[in-house]
Structure formats: structure tokens, C-alpha cells
């Protein structure tokens, strides 16, 4: 609808409104006062039923007395006779005590009676009195009914006395006889349903009708009603003053809307070229009313909007190409350093922050600031060590009350006492970021527990802070909403670089003793043998097998054996190295890595091993309250690259035919692989017999004979180059 239009439908609101309100008050006035005069006549009409219905059962009683006080039979009928002959009765009936008819008078009504004192049951044929016969000792004789017939005479006669048309109805609520006109009958039977009680209902055609009975002294179901006495005229002449008077008022209406709508009507134009994308319309000035003020302040907003769409449309495009970098660099990339520099730098050209910083949590409660930009000179102290490390404990100062509640914060900063570690600015916004909730939408963090103020908040992953806004003005909510959006990706982006790190750790480790596993094994080793080559070092192979391990699952159980792997891998964790590689080759095989060891250092490392499985059971759970202790042993077979194979696999296999002759010699002890023959570079080594203890001077032998005859030898010396710990 156009606004000229609404403007003459409120006019005609406003007109229209009294004239309806008053028309509908003088109708409704005069429609309650004809009900309430139609109830008062309904209810003197149903006192007046129930009189003359009490009159003529009290008039068949009197006849059935007169008759029951005649002793003689004989005497009694002339007597009943004597009734009927009088009126008093149309018809009377005497029974013996059986019940059998004794005398009955011609010409009786149509049953069924309705006893005056009994229950309505159903149609009514005549109203009926009975008495009892007795002797002067009291026993019963019989009885005396007197009736008369409720016919349509009676009925006409009732509707004569009470002034209203009489309903006579069955049980079943259908017309027995009335004194209703045939075309408003069933309207007055229809509305009968509706009068319960005394109430009363009114009829489609104008009528009043109210329910008499039955009732105690009353068992006739009647339905008396009455017409209504409204002025035919009435509602007629009222429709024509209301249809008069919205006549006129449509008239002015109309002349109002159009002579007020026409400065809207420009203005709407020039709106609608705005909306195309014209911002040089402009509105005429026709007055100075309000509307004159609204086209005045429309072409000033017009001209100010050109300017700021110029300097929006080049924001845009600024913010448009960070977005882009920054998708481009979470689809690329997953150095978790790289995303968040990219992160930070968009979040302050997004906002026009000077400075700023991407803080996460560690496991300590304390945000450490992995990414800054801008804070040089903004520290509290002199000290040069501070902007080495941004640290805030969860709880502290505002990052650490962000991220101990959840809660975004933006403000004038306030220099606290003592110091924080926050960097000193003049404005300030700070929102967290958390983990995304895989049931849904991410989680605000929550207060810490039990008041320890060092708990994070559930799933919390850090905090984006930005510092002193260009142009001196404090951070608004849109900077809020858009810092809010970069910290959504900052979360994503910390919690796909955590996943992807795990998904990286579980493809290469073993899900029960958190070894490396088969397939990071064939990696390590091809590396490791590179790494030898390159520096012209050893690299060790240890393939051990725990001896009889299918007597541990048969006799223990599998949940037993799996409990003996896990310890064993635990035992072998504890005696490499931290440079060295533990792998589960599958079951219950396992192969150590010893890069930068020759022989006699493999050795050691497998009689400490051997001795650390031997001497000490493993402890599983038992069916009692003890745990029971498993003894178990190991077989190793060592083999040393270059000096055993000349390959990755090649050297495998040779510490895997070296294990198999461990396991052949009895089992509980190691077996060093055969020299590898016809390659005069490879190390000419002493060969070492298995044993499961050293030598008497307590260190295998493996290298070079001395003058003296011992073996000389051990883990190679030298620089180590710089390794990455893997598996810990």
C-alpha cells in the first residue's frame, strides 16, 4: 500500500471510528435491552407454565382423593364417574392391589402418562396422579389415577395464559405439539438446545427462547419463546448514517493524502535513483516544514555519502585482498607461525590498529604471545628481556581476563599495579577464540573452576588483542565484530594445525606401546642410512622379539600380552637414547635405531636391554587382589651399516637373520649379523658371541684388536649433527 493511501485509511480510522463505535453502542444498547425484556417476559411466562401445570396436577389429585375415600367398589366407579362427568378429570382408572385394572372410564387420553411426581420419560401423552387405596388398618387395596391429556388444546391453552408461544417436546428433543409458527420451528428448536437451565438463546430470525421443565411438580419438557420488539427500521438507518459519513470522510481523505504526499512522492523518487546507484539526486525544497527538513537533510546526507562510499569502496578492497591472502594461507599452508602473522597483519589493516598481538594458551594457564606487531616501546618495564615473551597468566589483566571468562573487551586501558605484562596502549580490543565445537557453533568460554584463576575456559585456545586505533578513537562494536571474525579464524586455524599434527603422530605410531610404527620405520631407516652416508658414520639395527610370547597370551590372556608389550615398550624408551628410534614392527617385533653406534655400542644397548626385560616380571591383573608377575626375556639381533649390508633393507634383514640366530641358540641373549664379505671399505670387526652376560671386564667387544688382545671399539665418536626427537 502507498503511503497515500495509508494516510486516508488512518483518516478514515480517525472518522470512521466514532461514527462505527457509535453506531455499533446504539444497536448493542438497544439489542440488550430487547433481550432483557424478552427474558423478563420468558421468565414470568415460565413462572406462569409451572403454576398452571401445578394447578392441574393439584386438580387430579383432589379427583383421585374424592375417589379414593369411597370404600364401596361399587361406590368408587360411580364416584370416578362423577369425576369425569364434572371435568375434573378426563380420565380415571382403578387397580387392585395386583395391579390389575379394576375400573377404567370411557374415553381415556393416549398414553403415556407422565405421573405429576415422577421422572420425565420420554413422549407425554397425559399428565396423570395416582393414589393409593387402603383399609382402615392400613393395607394396600390398590390404587386411583386420575389424567388429563396433554394435547395440542392443552397447549394452546398454556401459550393463552403465559402470553408466549409453548414448545411441547419429546425425550428425544422432537416436537410433540406447539403453538410455533411452521417457519420458525426448527430455528426455535435449534436454539433450545442452546438454553440450559433458566438461559436464554436467541434464533437466526429475531426470537427469544428459554426451556421450562421438567422439574420437580413440573415433568413437562416445554420450550417457550417470544419475538423480538426491535425497530424493524433500526439497523437500516444506522448503516445509512455510517455509510453517509464514510462517504465524506473518504472524500477528505483523499484531498488531505494527495496534497500531503506529494513532496513524499519526490523524495521516494530520488530514493529509488539512489538505490540504482545515482548518488547525485537530489530532492526540491518546497517548504519549510518537517518535510521541507527531510529534503534538506536528504541532499546534505547525499553529498556526504558520495565521500564516504569513495573511501569505503577503497577499504573494501583493501580488507577483499586480506581475506584473500588469508584463505589462500590457510588452504596452503599448515605453519601455524605463518597463519597467524597473516591473521594479526589483517586483523589491524581490517580495524586500523597500530599494534597487536595472537597470544595461545600453553599447559602452564599462561597465554604466550606467538605473534606481535607494533609493540616495540609499549613495554611497562626497561627491562630488555620483556618483549622477548609476551606471557599473561589466565586471570590477569585484560587478554587474561578474556580469556579466563570468554568474554570480548574493548576499553581505554588503565595501567594496573603491579604490572601485568601487557604491553602499555591508550585503546584497546580484546576477543578469545576456542576450539570449534563439533556439535555446533563455537562455545563461548566459561569462568573458571572452583575460583583457580589459571584455569582456562572449556576448549580455549588464546586471544587476538589489537592496540590504539589510527585517528586516537576508541575501538568501536563494528571492530568488535570484525576482530571477532579473524579470531574465528585463528581458531580454526590453531585447531587444523593441532589436528593435523595428531593425524600425522597416529599414521606413524603404534596405537598400543605409542612406538613408531611399521611404515615410519621403512622412512627412518632410508633417512638414517642417508645421514651415515653423508657423515661417514654407523648406524645400529636392534630387532628384538619377546620369546615365547604366545605361551604369555595363551596362559594370561591377550589383555595380559597386550599389557607386557606396552611395558616393554616402556622399558626400551628407557634405555635408548633420546637421539635413538623404537619401532613395533608388528606383534610382538620391535626394532631400535642407534644412529652414530657401531657394533660394541649396540651391544651394550642390547645387554641393557636383555637385562632390563629379564630381571623384572611385568606386572598384569590378576582374578585377585595381587597382581601377577609374567617373566619375560627378549631375543635381539644386532646388525651395523655399512659393515653387515649395504642398504636400508639389506641391513634389516641382517639384524632379522642375527635375531632368528639368537632364537636358535637358545633365546634370552643377542646375536651380532656376519660381516659382510669382498668389500675392503666396510670395518673389519671381532665377531661377538651371544651370551646373556659381559665379558669380565664388563663391556662387549666389538671393533679393532688392541696389542693386548682386547676388543676395542664402542659408539662412535665425534659431532652428532642436530637432530629432531621423535616418538617421546
Same mark, same amino acid.
Given at each position: 500500500?502507498?503511503?497515500?493511501?495509508?494516510?486516508?485509511?488512518?483518516?478514515?480510522?480517525?472518522?470512521?471510528?466514532?461514527?462505527?463505535?457509535?453506531?455499533?453502542?446504539?444497536? &448493542? @444498547?438497544?439489542?440488550?435491552?430487547?433481550?432483557?425484556?424478552?427474558?423478563?417476559?420468558?421468565?414470568?411466562?415460565?413462572?406462569?407454565?409451572?403454576?398452571?401445570?401445578?394447578?392441574?396436577?393439584?386438580?387430579?389429585?383432589?379427583?383421585?382423593?374424592?375417589?379414593?375415600?369411597?370404600?364401596?367398589?361399587?361406590?368408587?366407579?360411580?364416584?370416578?364417574?362423577?369425576?369425569?362427568?364434572?371435568?375434573? *378429570?378426563? *380420565?380415571?382408572?382403578?387397580?387392585?392391589?395386583?395391579?390389575?385394572?379394576?375400573?377404567?372410564? /370411557?374415553?381415556?387420553?393416549?398414553?403415556?402418562?407422565?405421573?405429576?411426581?415422577?421422572?420425565?420419560?420420554?413422549?407425554?401423552?397425559?399428565?396423570?396422579?395416582?393414589?393409593?387405596?387402603?383399609?382402615?388398618?392400613?393395607? !394396600? #387395596?390398590?390404587?386411583?389415577?386420575?389424567?388429563?391429556?396433554?394435547?395440542?388444546?392443552?397447549?394452546?391453552?398454556?401459550?393463552?395464559?403465559?402470553?408466549?408461544?409453548?414448545?411441547?417436546?419429546?425425550?428425544?428433543?422432537?416436537? $410433540?405439539?406447539?403453538?410455533?409458527?411452521?417457519?420458525?420451528?426448527?430455528?426455535?428448536?435449534?436454539?433450545?438446545?442452546?438454553?440450559?437451565?433458566?438461559?436464554?438463546?436467541?434464533?437466526? %430470525?429475531?426470537?427469544?427462547?428459554?426451556?421450562?421443565?421438567?422439574?420437580?411438580?413440573?415433568?413437562?419438557?416445554?420450550?417457550?419463546?417470544?419475538?423480538?420488539?426491535?425497530?424493524?427500521?433500526?439497523?437500516?438507518?444506522? +448503516?445509512?448514517?455510517?455509510?453517509?459519513?464514510?462517504?465524506?470522510?473518504? #472524500?477528505?481523505?483523499?484531498?488531505?493524502?494527495?496534497?500531503?504526499?506529494?513532496?513524499?512522492?519526490?523524495?521516494?523518487?530520488?530514493? %529509488?535513483?539512489?538505490?540504482?546507484?545515482?548518488?547525485?539526486?537530489?530532492?526540491?525544497?518546497?517548504?519549510?516544514?518537517?518535510?521541507?527538513?527531510?529534503?534538506?537533510?536528504?541532499?546534505?546526507?547525499?553529498?556526504? $555519502?558520495?565521500?564516504?562510499?569513495?573511501?569505503?569502496?577503497?577499504?573494501?578492497?583493501?580488507?577483499?585482498?586480506?581475506?584473500?591472502?588469508?584463505?589462500?594461507?590457510?588452504?596452503?599452508?599448515?605453519?601455524?607461525?605463518?597463519?597467524?602473522?597473516?591473521?594479526?597483519?589483517?586483523?589491524?589493516?581490517?580495524?586500523?590498529?597500530? +599494534?597487536?598481538?595472537?597470544?595461545?594458551?600453553?599447559?602452564?594457564?599462561?597465554?604466550?604471545?606467538?605473534?606481535?606487531?607494533?609493540?616495540?616501546?609499549?613495554?611497562?618495564?626497561?627491562?630488555?628481556?620483556?618483549?622477548?615473551?609476551?606471557?599473561?597468566?589466565?586471570?590477569?589483566?585484560?587478554?587474561?581476563?578474556?580469556?579466563? $571468562?570468554?568474554?570480548?573487551?574493548?576499553?581505554?586501558?588503565?595501567?594496573?599495579?603491579?604490572?601485568?605484562?601487557?604491553?602499555?596502549?591508550?585503546?584497546?580490543?580484546?576477543?578469545?577464540?576456542?576450539?570449534?565445537?563439533?556439535?555446533?557453533?563455537?562455545?563461548?568460554?566459561?569462568?573458571?573452576?572452583?575460583? =583457580?584463576?589459571?584455569?582456562?575456559?572449556?576448549?580455549?585456545?588464546?586471544?587476538?588483542?589489537?592496540?590504539?586505533?589510527?585517528?586516537?578513537?576508541?575501538?568501536?562494536?563494528?571492530?568488535?565484530?570484525?576482530?571477532?571474525?579473524?579470531?574465528?579464524?585463528?581458531?580454526? *586455524?590453531?585447531?587444523?594445525?593441532?589436528?593435523?599434527?595428531?593425524?600425522?603422530?597416529?599414521?606413524?605410531?603404534?596405537?598400543?606401546?605409542?612406538?613408531?610404527?611399521?611404515?615410519?620405520?621403512?622412512?627412518?631407516?632410508?633417512?638414517?642410512?642417508?645421514? /651415515?652416508?653423508?657423515?661417514?658414520?654407523?648406524?645400529?639395527?636392534?630387532?628384538?622379539?619377546?620369546?615365547?610370547?604366545?605361551?604369555?597370551?595363551?596362559?594370561?590372556?591377550?589383555?595380559?600380552?597386550?599389557?607386557?608389550?606396552?611395558?616393554? /615398550?616402556?622399558?626400551?624408551?628407557?634405555?635408548?637414547?633420546?637421539?635413538?628410534? /623404537?619401532?613395533?614392527?608388528?606383534?610382538?617385533?620391535?626394532?631400535?635405531?642407534?644412529?652414530? $653406534?657401531?657394533?660394541?655400542? &649396540?651391544?651394550?644397548? *642390547?645387554?641393557?636391554?636383555?637385562?632390563?626385560?629379564?630381571?623384572?616380571?611385568?606386572?598384569? !591383573?590378576?582374578?585377585?587382589?595381587?597382581?601377577?608377575?609374567?617373566?619375560?626375556?627378549?631375543?635381539?639381533?644386532?646388525?651395523?651399516?655399512?659393515?653387515?649390508?649395504?642398504?636400508?633393507?639389506?641391513?634389516?634383514? +641382517?639384524?632379522? !637373520?642375527?635375531?632368528?640366530?639368537?632364537?636358535? +641358540?637358545?633365546? =634370552?641373549?643377542?646375536?651380532?649379523?656376519?660381516?659382510?664379505?669382498?668389500?675392503?671399505?666396510?670395518?673389519?670387526?671381532?665377531?661377538?658371541?651371544?651370551? @646373556?652376560?659381559?665379558?669380565? %671386564?664388563?663391556?662387549?667387544?666389538?671393533?679393532?684388536?688392541?696389542?693386548?688382545?682386547?676388543?676395542?671399539?664402542?659408539?662412535?665418536?665425534?659431532?652428532?649433527?642436530?637432530?629432531?626427537?621423535?616418538?617421546?
Amino acid at each position: 500500500m502507498t503511503l497515500r493511501g495509508r494516510l486516508t485509511v488512518a483518516f478514515l480510522v480517525v472518522v470512521l471510528g466514532p461514527v462505527l463505535l457509535g453506531a455499533f453502542f446504539v444497536g &448493542a @444498547t438497544l439489542s440488550a435491552v430487547d433481550r432483557s425484556r424478552a427474558t423478563e417476559r420468558l421468565g414470568l411466562a415460565a413462572a406462569g407454565v409451572r403454576t398452571s401445570v401445578d394447578a392441574l396436577c393439584q386438580q387430579l389429585r383432589a379427583a383421585a382423593d374424592a375417589v379414593a375415600l369411597v370404600a364401596d367398589p361399587v361406590a368408587r366407579s360411580r364416584a370416578a364417574d362423577q369425576v369425569v362427568g364434572r371435568g375434573l *378429570a378426563t *380420565a380415571v382408572v382403578i387397580a387392585d392391589a395386583a395391579g390389575r385394572t379394576t375400573y377404567a372410564s /370411557a374415553g381415556g387420553p393416549a398414553g403415556p402418562w407422565q405421573d405429576c411426581a415422577g421422572a420425565p420419560a420420554g413422549r407425554v401423552g397425559a399428565l396423570a396422579v395416582q393414589v393409593r387405596l387402603r383399609d382402615p388398618a392400613g393395607a !394396600d #387395596l390398590g390404587a386411583v389415577v386420575a389424567a388429563q391429556p396433554v394435547d395440542p388444546a392443552f397447549v394452546a391453552r398454556l401459550a393463552a395464559v403465559t402470553g408466549v408461544d409453548v414448545t411441547l417436546l419429546d425425550g428425544p428433543g422432537r416436537i $410433540t405439539h406447539t403453538t410455533e409458527d411452521p417457519g420458525v420451528r426448527a430455528a426455535v428448536l435449534a436454539a433450545a438446545g442452546q438454553a440450559v437451565g433458566d438461559r436464554v438463546a436467541g434464533t437466526g %430470525d429475531g426470537r427469544y427462547v428459554r426451556r421450562v421443565g421438567p422439574s420437580p411438580g413440573q415433568p413437562l419438557p416445554l420450550v417457550l419463546s417470544v419475538p423480538a420488539r426491535r425497530p424493524p427500521v433500526l439497523f437500516g438507518a444506522l +448503516a445509512g448514517a455510517v455509510a453517509l459519513a464514510a462517504l465524506l470522510a473518504v #472524500l477528505a481523505a483523499w484531498r488531505l493524502a494527495r496534497v500531503t504526499t506529494r513532496p513524499l512522492v519526490e523524495l521516494a523518487g530520488a530514493v %529509488d535513483r539512489v538505490a540504482h546507484g545515482d548518488l547525485t539526486a537530489r530532492v526540491p525544497v518546497r517548504s519549510r516544514d518537517e518535510i521541507g527538513r527531510l529534503a534538506a537533510a536528504f541532499n546534505r546526507m547525499m553529498r556526504e $555519502t558520495g565521500s564516504y562510499v569513495a573511501a569505503l569502496t577503497s577499504s573494501r578492497d583493501q580488507l577483499r585482498n586480506h581475506l584473500v591472502v588469508l584463505g589462500d594461507t590457510l588452504a596452503s599452508t599448515h605453519d601455524l607461525q605463518r597463519i597467524l602473522r597473516v591473521i594479526l597483519d589483517s586483523a589491524i589493516a581490517g580495524t586500523g590498529a597500530r +599494534a597487536g598481538a595472537v597470544l595461545l594458551l600453553d599447559g602452564h594457564g599462561v597465554l604466550v604471545g606467538q605473534c606481535v606487531e607494533g609493540l616495540a616501546g609499549r613495554w611497562p618495564t626497561d627491562d630488555p628481556a620483556d618483549p622477548a615473551t609476551l606471557r599473561v597468566p589466565v586471570g590477569t589483566g585484560v587478554v587474561g581476563a578474556v580469556a579466563a $571468562t570468554g568474554e570480548p573487551v574493548r576499553g581505554r586501558w588503565t595501567a594496573s599495579d603491579p604490572p601485568t605484562g601487557e604491553p602499555t596502549c591508550e585503546t584497546y580490543v580484546a576477543v578469545p577464540f576456542a576450539a570449534p565445537d563439533p556439535r555446533g557453533p563455537e562455545r563461548p568460554g566459561h569462568p573458571p573452576l572452583d575460583g =583457580d584463576p589459571a584455569a582456562p575456559p572449556s576448549a580455549a585456545l588464546g586471544v587476538l588483542a589489537l592496540y590504539d586505533r589510527l585517528g586516537g578513537h576508541e575501538f568501536d562494536d563494528d571492530d568488535l565484530v570484525t576482530l571477532r571474525t579473524f579470531a574465528g579464524h585463528a581458531a580454526v *586455524a590453531v585447531e587444523n594445525v593441532r589436528v593435523h599434527e595428531e593425524a600425522q603422530r597416529l599414521s606413524l605410531t603404534d596405537p598400543l606401546t605409542g612406538l613408531w610404527n611399521y611404515r615410519y620405520l621403512r622412512e627412518s631407516i632410508r633417512r638414517e642410512v642417508e645421514r /651415515a652416508n653423508r657423515f661417514g658414520r654407523m648406524l645400529s639395527v636392534l630387532a628384538l622379539d619377546l620369546d615365547r610370547f604366545k605361551h604369555v597370551n595363551d596362559t594370561w590372556g591377550h589383555a595380559a600380552g597386550d599389557a607386557v608389550l606396552v611395558e616393554f /615398550a616402556r622399558r626400551v624408551r628407557g634405555v635408548i637414547r633420546e637421539v635413538d628410534l /623404537a619401532f613395533r614392527q608388528g606383534g610382538e617385533e620391535f626394532v631400535v635405531l642407534l644412529p652414530e $653406534t657401531d657394533a660394541r655400542g &649396540a651391544t651394550i644397548v *642390547a645387554e641393557r636391554l636383555g637385562a632390563v626385560v629379564r630381571d623384572q616380571p611385568v606386572p598384569v !591383573d590378576g582374578h585377585g587382589d595381587e597382581p601377577l608377575r609374567v617373566p619375560v626375556t627378549v631375543s635381539i639381533g644386532i646388525a651395523v651399516y655399512p659393515d653387515h649390508a649395504a642398504g636400508g633393507q639389506q641391513v634389516l634383514d +641382517a639384524a632379522d !637373520d642375527a635375531l632368528y640366530a639368537a632364537k636358535a +641358540a637358545g633365546r =634370552d641373549g643377542y646375536r651380532m649379523a656376519p660381516v659382510a664379505v669382498g668389500d675392503p671399505a666396510r670395518t673389519q670387526e671381532i665377531p661377538v658371541a651371544a651370551a @646373556t652376560v659381559s665379558p669380565p %671386564d664388563g663391556l662387549p667387544r666389538a671393533g679393532a684388536a688392541d696389542p693386548a688382545g682386547a676388543a676395542q671399539g664402542g659408539a662412535s665418536s665425534g659431532p652428532h649433527p642436530p637432530r629432531q626427537s621423535r616418538g617421546r
